[in-house]
């Protein structure tokens, strides 16, 4: 009498992938957004510390190197180009620690009006920094997205 149960094949199952986007992703238009927020956060840091010493000349150029990496990296991950998140995010990275840092000064230092008005402004990097970082926006970052030849790899071609 034939067992009630099936039997089971000895190949593996094959390996089932996430589908991959069909189009840009939902959170690419909030990143952007958050992105160049966060490159004009940055360059109103750069024109305060001019309105500080009209001498800064020189050093202005960190806040306009960072806001073009900012906008660098939006214009990569609204692309979809490979390590554009990457970009993003260390670019956002760098403006959120420093008006951290500049926060905690001013509130040690006991002007809290001034340290909130510094957390208000590290909104915009802060969420560029996360938004850069969920996973929608790396897989729609990814090296492997569109890339693959239109007539196969070369295994394929040489199995047929």
Avoid: H, K
Wanted: charged content about 15%; some cysteine; overall charge positive.
């Amino acid at each position: 009498m034939p067992s009630s149960a099936a039997r089971r094949s000895p190949r593996a199952a094959p390996v089932q992938r996430a589908a991959e986007p069909a189009g840009r992703p939902d959170l690419v238009p909030y990143v952007a957004v958050f992105g160049l927020l966060t490159a004009g956060v940055v360059l109103y840091l750069g024109w305060l510390l001019l309105q500080g010493d009209e001498d800064a000349g020189l050093l202005l150029a960190v806040p306009a190197v960072l806001a073009l990496a900012v906008v660098a990296g939006v214009a990569l991950v609204w692309r979809g180009t490979r390590g554009g998140w990457a970009l993003l995010a260390v670019a956002s990275l760098v403006p959120f620690l420093g008006i951290l840092f500049v926060a905690f000064l001013f509130g040690a230092l006991g002007a809290t009006g001034d340290m909130w008005l510094a957390l208000l402004l590290a909104v915009a990097p802060l969420n560029s920094l996360v938004l850069a970082l969920r996973a929608p926006v790396r897989a729609w970052c990814t090296p492997a997205r569109g890339t693959r030849p239109a007539g196969g790899t070369r295994a394929a071609r040489r199995a047929r």
